[in-house]
């Protein structure tokens, strides 16, 4: 068997093969190329696997002596953005943990918001602050959905973290957003956020909860000027 190579006897090999990691390889022949290798690789490197990434794409990485091997970038989900464009977005606490503590963190959420509508001119047709997740529906007349979250979600998670003197992540991965016609899914999607307090048993009904967008529809309150509700 020595004259298959290191790799085939399971030995350990002073250099690397030319190519651990072909250029087709995607998921699957990934997981077969460490599993034919696993003796090399469990003797001569630290068994580290993380994601990387690269230009909006994420990569499988190993750390092979001390060297970062990334194989063929795996698709990354696309943000479609145009001006004028609809969104569903939610976010829910990392590890499904709270991400409001108090009365004054849903105000101080409210506030990064309504500095992001005015800064990238963004406008909220309905919202809904839950204990550990929150859901938007929002409209981008400028066509800037993922710098007006990141706007959001850094402002309020650093102030999170500075407040209670935590550290790491306040949310679990990047937020989702999906797209939406106004036209005929506007009206359902603004009663699915409204009535996410009443499926959870928080509220019997939407009004009764102080923290959506809920009252502004039924007149309680005169709506400020990011939140549209016509």
Not at 36 to 56: A, H
Not at 108 to 115: D, I, N, V
Not at 136 to 159: C, D, G, K, Q, V
Request: with cysteine; glycine share 6%; hydrophobic share 35%.
């Amino acid at each position: 068997t020595a004259k298959n190579g290191p790799i085939e006897a399971g030995l350990p090999s002073k250099s690397l093969p030319p190519e651990p990691f072909p250029a087709q390889a995607n998921l699957r022949p990934l997981a077969r190329f460490w599993a034919q290798n696993r003796p090399l690789f469990s003797s001569v490197c630290n068994p580290f696997r993380f994601p990387s990434e690269n230009k909006g794409r994420i990569t499988s990485s190993y750390v092979v002596k001390g060297k970062v091997l990334r194989s063929k970038a795996l698709a990354r989900p696309i943000r479609i953005e145009y001006p004028g464009a609809f969104y569903h977005v939610f976010s829910r606490g990392d590890l499904k943990q709270l991400i409001f503590f108090s009365d004054a963190d849903r105000n101080h959420f409210l506030c990064c918001l309504r500095k992001a509508c005015r800064k990238f001119g963004t406008i909220v047709h309905a919202y809904c602050l839950m204990p550990n997740h929150f859901h938007l529906f929002l409209e981008t007349p400028s066509a800037n959905l993922s710098r007006a979250m990141h706007f959001l979600i850094a402002n309020y998670t650093s102030y999170i973290n500075k407040k209670y003197d935590r550290h790491g992540h306040l949310f679990q991965g990047r937020y989702r957003s999906v797209l939406v016609d106004a036209v005929s899914y506007a009206k359902e999607l603004s009663r699915y956020i409204h009535l996410n307090p009443v499926r959870s048993g928080l509220v019997e009904r939407p009004e009764e909860y102080a923290w959506s967008s809920y009252g502004y529809y039924h007149g309680k309150a005169e709506p400020e000027r990011w939140l549209a509700t016509s």
